[in-house]
Structure formats: structure tokens, C-alpha cells
């Protein structure tokens, strides 16, 4: 059994062929489309955060909406770049979000990729501390949220407080109880595929990593997740942690995805540079008729490995489309994989 979501990049431009050409367009599709999706019976709705373009940025009202209009979808982000966080103000919009959900949050966090912009998280207030980079940055941040979400108090009370204050330290409210367990970390390498584990965080891989061995993308992705694993059970967790990778798989089944979809097969890896000094993988996208698609997935060393399974859907062709590309999964590839 595997569970099933999609993942939305959320984009919107004003280009004629493009059903979102606002950012009022992608927020509200996004809302209908995750509302859509647990009709059909997807098992999560999940969405990137980018800052400085036009992408969904900030994600709790979009989260906290989508909780408040489903009952069982799981609703979640891949993932939320730490370097623009103030972690305690995110303790709370979680926790808020998370208690509208009635506890379905799901949420990805990294040091996130590169951006529009140069450094764009000065922007927002942060630098970092003295010896520290970037990414060293957003890994203490992840830590600070992780810590302030297991809801002990921290904060001395005033002793004039406008309202009376429970004894002891305080913590932050609201406090939604096991979200803590929900905290997903996005590691493009091993070793932040290990300290992921090491700090109780589920495991969400994308669509690239970076190259370490050499080997195809989807074995060294399962290598990684099997590393994560295994550096879970080091650590020793008491609960079983969750995993997912993420793939742009489209079912082919009329001249609509004909059309679109048709020339779009990708049979081999990419190699390429997201930072200057790091050579990444690429994995393959799948387009194909359900027979076909069936035999090349049961070949996806880290399809196979994961729990769970995020489809990247191409948001701007907008809802009806989408779910009728997520609904052929569901009703023509992943019951013969013996996922639902």
C-alpha cells in the first residue's frame, strides 16, 4: 500500500494557453484542487514554496483554507525554505493550520533551492551567524521549530501579565499535539538524508539529488532513503518514520494527453548544476500509455523503496485537467502496483 498525492508548483503567468494567469487564479485552483483530489480519493495535497516569483510563497492561509474545505486529505509543502523563517512565528501558524486540519498537516522544510533573487533571505531580516553559511543557517532554524513544537514551556511569565498566566515557563500557542511527528526534512544529499533521521524527521526526496556515486537517479535515490532508514533505527526512534519521492508521471490514455504529453517522455536522466560547485541528477519523467508506465515503475528502485508517492502536476492547465491526469493514476497504474 503506498499513498498517493500530487505536488503543485503553483506557477501563474499571463500566457494565453495558461489557466492560471494570476496569482488569484493559482491560489483559489489550488484550494478546489485539493478538494477535488480527496473526492477521487488522493491521499495528499502537497505545494512548493518560492519566494520572489510568481509561485505560492506563503503557505498556511493556502494550507489552513484547503483544512477547513476537506475532511481527509493529507495537506502538506515541499518544502518550505527555513532560510526565510522566523521558526517560533511558524510554530504558530502551523499549530494554527494544523488544529483547522483536525491534525493532517504534512510539512517539508529545507534549506530549500536557489532563488530568484541573490540571498533573497537578507531581505527578509536573516544572516547568518559568524562561521555559518547559508545552509547551516536553515538546518539550526529547522532544529529551534522542531524544538518549540513539542509544546514545553520556555518563556519566563511576566509577573504583571495582562491575563493570568498557568505556572511555570510558557510555551507558544497554539499547540497542535503530534504535529511534531509530521515534520518532513527535503535532502538532495546522503549525509542531510542522515541527519534528517537523526533528528526524527520524516524523508522527502525530489525529482534530483545530488550526483554522489554516479549511478542512475532512482538507485541512488533508493540508496538514500535507505541510508535514511537505517540511521533512523541508529537513532533509535520508537515510531516508523515515513519517506516519499516525488516523479512527473502522466497516464496517456486520450488525444488530449496525447497532445500534450506525447513528445514529452524523458527516457534518461539529466546531469546538471543547481549551485556552482555541486553536480546534480536529474530523474527521468514518465509519459506513457497505463501498460507501458506499469512495467517501467515496477523498475523505480526508489518508487518502489518509499512510502509515498508525490505526482508534480502541471498546475496551469488548470483543475479539471489535473484531476483527470491524477485520476488515471489512480484508476489505471496504481492498482496493478498494488498501491491502492
Known amino acids: 500500500m503506498k499513498k498517493i498525492g500530487f505536488l503543485s508548483f503553483g506557477h501563474w503567468a499571463d500566457y494565453p494557453g495558461y489557466?492560471?494567469?494570476?496569482?488569484?487564479?493559482?491560489?483559489?485552483?489550488?484550494?478546489?484542487?485539493a478538494v477535488e483530489s480527496e473526492k477521487i480519493g488522493l491521499d495528499g495535497a502537497y505545494f512548493r514554496v518560492h519566494h520572489f516569483a510568481a509561485q505560492l510563497a506563503s503557505p498556511f492561509p493556502l494550507l489552513a483554507a484547503i483544512g477547513a474545505k476537506t475532511k481527509n486529505?493529507?495537506?502538506?509543502?515541499?518544502?518550505?525554505?527555513m532560510r526565510y523563517e522566523n521558526p517560533l512565528y511558524m510554530v504558530e501558524d502551523a499549530g494554527a493550520a494544523d488544529?483547522?486540519?483536525?491534525?493532517?498537516?504534512?510539512?517539508?522544510?529545507?534549506?530549500?533551492?536557489?532563488?530568484?533573487?541573490?540571498d533573497g533571505w537578507r531581505f527578509f531580516g536573516y544572516e547568518p551567524e559568524e562561521?555559518?553559511?547559508?545552509?547551516?543557517?536553515?538546518?539550526?532554524?529547522?532544529?529551534l521549530?522542531?524544538?518549540?513544537?513539542?509544546?514545553?514551556?520556555?518563556?519566563?511569565?511576566?509577573?504583571?501579565?495582562?491575563?493570568?498566566?498557568?505556572?511555570?515557563?510558557?510555551?507558544?500557542?497554539?499547540?497542535?499535539?503530534?504535529?511534531?511527528e509530521r515534520i518532513w526534512w527535503g535532502a538532495a544529499s546522503n549525509a542531510t538524508a542522515v541527519w534528517a533521521a537523526e533528528n526524527g524527521m520524516n524523508l522527502q526526496?525530489?525529482?534530483?539529488?545530488?550526483?554522489?556515486?554516479?549511478?542512475p537517479f532512482h538507485i541512488q535515490q533508493a540508496e538514500q532513503i535507505r541510508m535514511f532508514k537505517e540511521a533512523w533505527k541508529k537513532a533509535g526512534h520508537t515510531r516508523i518514520p515515513r519517506t516519499s519521492v516525488s516523479r512527473s508521471i502522466f497516464a496517456i490514455v486520450n488525444d488530449q494527453d496525447r497532445l500534450y504529453f506525447g513528445n514529452q517522455r524523458k527516457e534518461k536522466d539529466q546531469l546538471g548544476y543547481i549551485e556552482q560547485?555541486?553536480?546534480?541528477?536529474?530523474?527521468?519523467?514518465?509519459?506513457?500509455?497505463?501498460?507501458?508506465l506499469i512495467k517501467e515503475l515496477r523498475e523505480d528502485e526508489a518508487i518502489q523503496e518509499a512510502d509515498t508517492l508525490?505526482?508534480?502536476?502541471?498546475?496551469?492547465?488548470?483543475?479539471?485537467?489535473?484531476?483527470?491526469?491524477?485520476?488515471?493514476?489512480?484508476?489505471?497504474?496504481?492498482?496493478?502496483?498494488?498501491?491502492k
Do not use: C
Open 19 to 33: 489557466k492560471t494567469r494570476t496569482a488569484s487564479d493559482t491560489i483559489l485552483q489550488s484550494i478546489e484542487l
Open 73 to 81: 486529505i493529507e495537506i502538506g509543502t515541499g518544502v518550505i525554505d
Open 99 to 118: 488544529i483547522i486540519a483536525e491534525g493532517r498537516l504534512q510539512l517539508g522544510i529545507s534549506r530549500g533551492s536557489p532563488e530568484q533573487v541573490i
Open 131 to 143: 562561521n555559518d553559511n547559508d545552509a547551516e543557517m536553515a538546518r539550526k532554524k529547522s532544529l
Open 145 to 180: 521549530f522542531l524544538e518549540r513544537l513539542n509544546g514545553k514551556g520556555f518563556a519566563p511569565p511576566s509577573p504583571n501579565p495582562m491575563f493570568p498566566n498557568p505556572p511555570g515557563l510558557l510555551r507558544l500557542e497554539p499547540y497542535s499535539e503530534g504535529l511534531r
Open 205 to 215: 526526496s525530489s525529482t534530483l539529488k545530488y550526483d554522489e556515486n554516479g549511478k
Open 277 to 292: 560547485d555541486k553536480r546534480a541528477i536529474f530523474g527521468r519523467s514518465y509519459a506513457a500509455e497505463p501498460e507501458q
Open 310 to 339: 508525490l505526482l508534480t502536476i502541471p498546475n496551469t492547465l488548470g483543475v479539471e485537467y489535473n484531476i483527470h491526469l491524477l485520476n488515471s493514476i489512480l484508476k489505471y497504474v496504481a492498482p496493478e502496483l498494488g498501491w
